[in-house]
């Protein structure tokens, strides 16, 4: 396909692909499979790839991320992003009511809108493209998070051109994190032994101020727009504008209504008091605008928030139970979280039984005594939490909650570091949950996946002493663990069950741990549990470092060139490759044979002999160190700047322009990583 062809086709597929990201993530109507969707995005990714200076920074390509933004810049709002007043009662529904009746009289309706817990944006676009995302700041300025917010699916990077879209325009919305990927992000916090997400508000916060877009990309961020804003909308009134925002692209929510009067706006706040537990992302309230432009500009605004808008909130639901007692969880890395142990009570449509208490401060700051009555509610109405303590209740003999001293499981005393909320357990070698933890996490299926291994047999192995660490795992004999058998209490459910080793059983385990050997190098360093090295980081790592020695004597410098590593997680390398008993746990690993190195072979020809290469730009799988290292190895030469006798420019994400310039001008070629590999495929 030539130049012509190509600059056509990806016109064509950045428009088809666009319809139907609308109809998927914004109508939720997808009109086609996800196979005959991936098959369009291929192609255009590979369009892209074949002519990079045809690459769109608006492209549907461009949804994962890949950006690094070091610093967010501060940019001030064109128009203020001022807060809402807010209201508890009807009583002051009424009062705003009387309010806004005396300056415009009678002759207006209101429009009901859900109050979305999540982060406030404004998306500006010139000539019906998103330049630039900024979050409310302090109403006046606010962060440019643009990188983060191009990779939310359903904020539309071109507008469907409808005829009255403006050359300029700001839409404001609502960023969020539906449930579904709250709680998915959480668990794998968890995994990986960090401390979870309090509530999808706060995840969506921390997303958006990600330095990495690919990462933001991972967390599944979705975004309602609740207001437009420009010079020539097609409309004077708010509801007219969000329809025909709907038409140019954005995601608004069906759930809007017009109200003509304060009775029918009663009754919508009602009914959604009662069903905000049947949405997936969370709600706090309902917002109430008057619906003409000219009756909103002659109410006018206070200092802070509009005189046409209120937001009547939610009263948040709790429970209240009695504190029973006070368990101590020990995670993989040692971390002791306190959990308290609620009589059972009803909140937000479940049960709830336990509820965090986070760290010790956290015991202090309540002033908990065994047998209090407590106040629960729901953190982002999903995780429970205490919240408050009826001291008039507490019993005269009351004892008050003071942070274990020792592991509820070993007896080890428990150390805090200086500078840390957390208490640890430093008996990692032989402490039951620490050593379970691990093992779990090692055998988990984005790790070594070893599926019949399951929690309650893994216990038992532990119990019987036959595994103290995961390299325990691959010494395992048919003859040892034929015929064991438990049965596992669950004490907080009733429940009980017996797990046994059978025939097949011990077959399946056996054979699982063999076929786990193929696992490859990405997985096997996740698998090994290193703190803060999740299963994305891992995969940052190893084309970095292409075996575990490498990464082993690397230098806190080194790690910190790879992307995505700050310097906790260097710092988190550099001290377990420090520690004796997990080189040797490596060593006895490698011995059976598991993948500690990737399957790239050092590379030394002549194929690129009088070749002149330039790299230019950020690239996913190498650092510039390492294809200058395979450029030069093939007999190559790595120069930086692109002259008349450059025979490729390498580029990657953020090249430099006026390199790209040079080398269209000098009709040098452009090619990217992959195409950099198929030229390393003719070795």
């Known amino acids: 396909m030539d130049f012509e062809r190509a600059q056509k086709r990806i016109r064509e597929l950045t428009g088809i692909i666009e319809k139907h990201n609308y109809n998927y993530y914004v109508l939720a109507k997808p009109v086609i499979s996800d196979y005959e969707y991936d098959m369009l995005m291929k192609e255009l990714i590979e369009l892209e790839e074949r002519y990079p200076e045809l690459a769109d920074i608006n492209s549907p ?16 709002h064109k128009y203020p992003m001022l807060s809402l007043g807010n209201t508890y009662s009807k009583k002051e529904l009424q009062d705003f009511d009387n309010r806004v009746r005396k300056v415009i009289g009678d002759g207006f309706e209101y429009v009901c809108e859900l109050k979305y817990d999540g982060v406030a944006i404004g998306l500006v676009y010139e000539n019906g493209q998103l330049v630039r995302a900024v979050t409310r700041g302090d109403g ?72 990495e877009s690919k990462i933001a ?23 007219d504008n969000l329809q025909s925002a709907k038409k140019w692209g954005f995601k608004i929510s069906e759930f809007t209504e017009k109200c003509d009067n304060l009775d029918q706006v009663y009754k919508y706040i009602g009914y959604w008091e009662k069903e905000r537990k049947s949405l997936d992302f969370d709600i706090d309230g309902v917002v109430i605008k008057i619906n003409s432009d000219k009756q909103q500009e002659k109410l006018g605004y206070t200092a802070k928030s509009p005189r046409w808008a209120i937001a009547y909130k939610f009263p948040t639901q709790q429970a209240y139970t009695r504190l029973l007692d006070v368990k101590y969880q020990v995670g993989r890395t ?30 202090k700051q309540l002033q908990l005594h065994i047998n209090d009555m407590v106040v629960v509610e729901k953190g982002g109405e999903i995780i429970p939490k205490i919240v408050d303590v009826d001291i008039t209740e507490r ?3 009351a004892q008050p909650v003071s942070f274990a001293t020792r592991c509820d499981e070993c007896n080890t005393p428990l150390v805090r570091k200086e500078g840390e909320a957390l208490h640890y357990c430093p ?14 996490h090692f055998i988990s299926r984005k790790a070594m996946n070893i599926e019949s291994l399951g929690q309650g047999r893994t216990e038992i192995l532990i119990k019987n002493g036959l595994v103290k660490n995961i390299a325990d795992l691959y010494d395992l004999k048919y003859e040892q663990i034929y015929g064991l058998e438990k049965s596992i209490v669950n004490e907080l459910e009733g429940t009980s069950k017996k797990i046994s080793f059978r025939k097949k059983t011990v077959e399946n385990i056996l054979n699982a741990l063999e076929k786990s050997k193929s696992v490859p190098f990405e997985r096997v360093l996740y ?9 994305t980081v891992a995969k940052r790592i190893t084309p970095h470092f292409s075996s575990i020695d490498k990464l082993m004597n690397s230098s806190f410098e080194q790690l910190l060139e790879v992307p995505e590593i700050g310097e906790k997680i260097a710092k988190s390398i550099i001290l377990f490759f420090q520690d004796k008993d997990n080189i040797d746990i490596i060593n006895r690993l490698r011995n059976k044979g598991l993948q500690f190195e990737t399957g790239k072979k050092e590379i030394s020809t002549g194929l690129f002999e009088g070749k002149v290469f330039v790299i230019s730009g950020v690239f996913g799988k190498y650092s510039r160190q390492e294809l200058k290292t395979l450029i030069e190895n093939n007999g190559g030469k790595v120069t930086g700047s692109v002259s008349s006798n450059t025979d490729y420019l390498l580029a990657g994400d953020n090249m430099g322009p006026e390199k790209r310039r040079k080398a269209v001008e000098l009709d040098v070629r452009i090619i990217n990583e992959s195409e950099f590999e198929d ?3 003719d070795i």
Not at 61 to 76: E, I, L, S
Not at 195 to 205: H, L
Not at 340 to 362: E, I, W
């Open 395 to 397: 019993d005269d003999d």
């Open 334 to 363: 040692g971390v002791v979280t306190p959990v308290a142990v609620l009589q059972p009570v009803q909140l937000s449509g479940t049960t709830v039984k336990r509820a965090s208490l986070y760290n010790a401060d956290r015991i």
């Open 61 to 76: 390509t461009q949804r994962v991320g890949g950006q690094v933004t070091k610093d967010f810049p501060v940019v001030r």
């Open 527 to 535: 698998a090994l549990g290193i703190r803060y090295v999740g299963e």
């Open 217 to 239: 990309a991972l967390r599944k961020l979705d975004c309602f727009i609740y207001k437009v804003l420009g010079e020539y909308l097609p409309a004077d009134n708010h509801y």
């Open 427 to 440: 008996n990692k070698k032989e402490c039951p949950p620490q050593i379970l933890a691990k093992i779990e």
């Open 679 to 681: 030229l390393l495929k």
């Open 140 to 211: 006046f300025r606010g962060d440019d998070v643009t990188n983060n917010v191009r990779t939310i699916k359903s904020v539309p990077l071109r507008l469907f051109d409808s005829g009255n879209v403006p050359d300029e325009l700001e839409a404001r919305g609502e960023i969020f994190m539906p449930h579904k990927s709250f709680l998915q992000l959480n668990e794998a916090k968890i995994s990986n032994n960090e401390p979870p997400f309090a509530n999808p508000r706060n995840a969506a916060a921390g997303s958006l101020k990600l330095q």
